[in-house]
């Protein structure tokens, strides 16, 4: 069985430049998760998708954040434009029940 | 709302010796309890979980943890680590039923030592 694949696994940017970062999810799995993970801190969620809607997008900015999630499969996640604190690993995660399977991340850096 | 609490951020411990990482949850509802391992640059890896049952809970690598309710604690333990476990071990809560996010903790960094 595939796991969790993102892409891409490193990205180097500029202060109010835009990125986007691709998730795609083990096949049949109805739930989606975006983490932002802080060095030296725990994943914190900022999206939640049951499909292709929104569960919980709390702690998104969403001034500067966007998701989505199409066909219900697999999604993307922009930030425009970024900020210095931005910088961290960004998580991908999906379920079909209880467990959740996380792709291997894709490490952001704004200089 | 929900919390988790790792109070140790680093635990050093030689080879072959015994460890135990701390986890104190809070929550007002029922719960269940996961512990992640994350190995450098990677994604992070489901070590055990707690879903209802025995309070006693084996995961894989060797790794156990205990459920108690009384504590609102999920400590992991292990009786003999081995160079391989160094890694960052996090805490998760999550209140049952429904489509409930997933709280971590802060982490704790095992770090074996030869």
């Known amino acids: 069985e595939a796991g969790v694949a993102q892409s891409p696994r490193y990205k180097i940017i500029e202060k109010r430049q835009s990125v986007a970062f691709w998730c795609n999810p083990i096949?049949?799995?109805?739930?989606l998760y975006w983490y932002q993970q802080i060095l030296g801190q725990g994943p914190k969620l900022l999206i939640q998708?049951?499909?292709?809607?929104?569960?919980?997008d709390s702690q998104l900015p969403k001034d500067r954040f966007s998701a989505e999630r199409l066909k219900g499969v697999d999604s993307t996640l922009k930030i425009q434009p970024a900020k210095l604190e931005d910088s961290a690993v960004y998580l991908c995660?999906?379920?079909?029940?209880?467990?959740?399977?996380f792709g291997p991340g894709t490490r952001l850096t704004v200089l | 709302a929900q919390s988790v609490t790792q109070l140790d951020s680093q635990v050093p411990v030689f080879e072959e010796a015994p460890v135990e990482l701390r986890c104190n949850y809070s929550?007002?509802?029922?719960?269940?309890l996961f512990w992640y391992v994350q190995y450098p640059n990677q994604g992070l890896q489901l070590l055990l979980k707690?879903?209802?049952?025995?309070?006693l809970v084996k995961g894989i690598n060797g790794f156990e943890a205990e459920f108690n309710k009384s504590q609102t604690s999920f400590h992991l333990r292990k009786p003999s680590v081995h160079i391989s476990d160094t890694a960052e071990y996090f805490c998760?809560?999550?209140?049952?039923?429904?489509?409930?996010?997933?709280?971590f903790g802060t982490g704790t960094k095992l770090q074996v030592i030869p």
């Open positions: 998760a809560v999550r209140d049952s039923g429904g489509y409930q996010k997933v709280t």
């Open positions: 096949s049949g799995h109805a739930t």
């Open positions: 707690y879903l209802s049952g025995s309070t």
């Open positions: 995660a999906s379920s079909s029940a209880v467990e959740q399977f």
């Open positions: 929550s007002s509802v029922s719960v269940y």
């Open positions: 998708f049951q499909n292709n809607g929104v569960v919980d």
